[in-house]
């Protein structure tokens, strides 16, 4: 089993709609949690922390369970723009970093 | 402020042959990562430093791979020899422990072997 599990999709969704994505991680000692974007044949590029009381950056909400180990993100109201591979990123205390294998969206108009 | 550096950008080898990528990162951080990502999957850890300390290089393959940071700031990866397997894009990254270790990527090494 991989310490970070997404779901690899490909969603895909109109323009407009809400969609989620989760993560789950099996090393409880954990830290700290990134959502990274990464559009095709880019470098990732870090979307936003995850932080325990959860946290809003306009459409994105970005939640954690620790007690369920695992993170989410919401993307409301879909644009184009948002179409891309999805990273989870967990850190131990240490700074050791491991990435999920991505979910891929795709938004259609 | 400057991003991650990288280069080259792409290369092309035939198998066996040596080859090394260099990495600049972002002015101050501390941290330096080498990932290697294959199609379809995220990144994969090859070497952590901090400074110019190796602290995790549990997943490089120290046969045929070696890494140096020896100043702390500017990082070269080397393969040699190079096999199919190789291929695969070869990703830099920095952080700061001030910031939480969130990563800054540069754009990548797209290495091709033949």
């Known amino acids: 089993r991989k310490e970070v599990e997404q779901d690899p999709g490909p969603f895909n969704v109109p323009e407009g709609a809400t969609v989620a994505f989760n993560c789950t991680y099996s090393n409880s000692a954990s830290q700290s949690f990134f959502w990274y974007r990464q559009d095709c044949r880019k470098e990732p590029k870090l979307l936003m922390s995850?932080?325990?009381s959860g946290n809003e950056d306009g459409r994105f909400t970005a939640q954690l369970n620790r007690a369920s180990q695992y993170i989410s993100l919401l993307i409301r109201d879909s644009k184009l723009s948002d179409s891309a591979t999805y990273l989870c990123?967990?850190?131990?205390?240490?700074?050791?970093?491991?990435f999920g294998d991505g979910t891929t969206l795709t938004v259609k108009p | 402020e400057a991003g991650v550096v990288q280069s080259p950008r792409y290369k092309i080898i035939e198998k066996k042959q040596p080859v090394a990528f260099w990495c600049n990162p972002i002015?101050?951080?501390?941290?330096l990562y080498w990932y290697r990502q294959n199609l379809g999957q995220g990144p994969e850890l090859l070497i952590r430093y901090e400074n110019e300390e190796a602290v995790d290089d549990s997943q490089l393959p120290k046969d045929r791979f070696s890494a140096e940071r020896l100043k702390g700031v500017d990082s070269t990866l080397k393969i040699q020899p190079a096999e199919l397997g190789d291929s695969a894009v070869y990703l830099c990254?920095?952080?700061?422990?001030?910031?939480?270790?969130?990563?800054?990527f540069g754009p990548g090494t797209r290495l091709t072997v033949t």
């Open positions: 990254a920095s952080s700061s422990r001030l910031q939480s270790y969130e990563q800054y």
């Open positions: 990123v967990v850190n131990t205390n240490a700074g050791k970093s491991t």
């Open positions: 995850v932080y325990s």
């Open positions: 002015s101050g951080h501390n941290t």
